[in-house]
């Protein structure tokens, strides 16, 4: 069992930054990929950045590749994402994830944390 809870979502004005948060329970966080989704009022959860399990590897939605970056310190047992140059159009809920057998872009992921909130102001 994994338990993930999500942090550092907020009020931000576009253009700006934000650096989420995802701590996990249990020591076997460094056996799961793990990934960053969203979802915004009225649409579908949609994959956002994956990363796999030692760090090494990393995936992005075309919508974010260049402004966000995902990483991981598995000392922690925390994912982050970066966010840089937000646009209105990233509002949504933000979901990290755990995924034992590696990043994919759907959501068919293991354990998901309970979201937190990302709004930007135009």
């Known amino acids: 069992q994994v338990q993930l809870v999500e942090s550092g979502g907020g009020l931000v004005q576009a253009g700006g930054s934000l650096r989420l948060s995802c701590a996990a329970s249990?020591?076997?966080?460094?056996?799961?990929?793990m990934g960053w989704f969203r979802q915004a009022p009225g649409k579908e959860r949609e994959f956002v950045a994956g990363?796999?399990?030692?760090?090494?590897?990393?995936d992005y939605s075309d919508s974010v590749k260049g402004r966000f970056t995902i990483s991981r310190d598995n000392a922690k047992n925390t994912v982050y994402l970066q966010m840089n140059i937000l646009k209105p159009e990233d509002t949504a809920v933000y979901y990290c994830?755990?995924?034992?057998?590696?990043?994919?872009?759907?959501?068919?992921?293991?354990?998901w944390g309970q979201g937190t909130q990302v709004t930007v102001s135009s």
């Open positions: 249990g020591r076997t966080f460094s056996t799961y990929a």
């Open positions: 994830a755990a995924r034992l057998l590696g990043v994919v872009v759907t959501t068919a992921y293991d354990y």
């Open positions: 990363i796999t399990r030692s760090g090494g590897s990393t």
